[in-house]
């Protein structure tokens, strides 16, 4: 398996998890899933932008706003049970790609 595929899966499952987790899985609890979404969703989609210098690139950056969604992850299970399954499940995903860079990067160093 490619680091760079995996962490590509990752980034497009964490961004097809928001729009479940708040309209379908668990919405807020005031009923508003799309300002939820007009608050998570963004993020993930801006390191589209950087996609035209190279994946790997785009991969940095999407890692970089993961740290956040991991955090949002673990509060989210921590204080709504309701919302337990889509959080721990946003907490794998981030952490499946933050790990992931850790493995391109390996692998390049040990590349000659």
Partial sequence: ?????????????L??????????LAPPANGNGLLALAFTLP???LPLLALRTGAKRA???????ALFYFCHG?????????????????VLLCVVLIATLGWATRAARRRP
């Fill in 74 to 90: 673990v509060v989210a299970a921590w204080v709504y049970p309701s919302a337990r399954v889509p959080a721990l499940l946003e």
């Fill in 43 to 45: 993020p993930l989609l």
């Fill in 59 to 65: 991969l940095l950056w999407v890692g970089i706003v």
């Fill in 15 to 24: 961004v097809l998890l928001q729009p479940a987790w708040y309209l379908w």
């Fill in 1 to 13: 398996m490619n680091p760079l595929r995996t962490g590509l899966f990752a980034w497009a499952l």
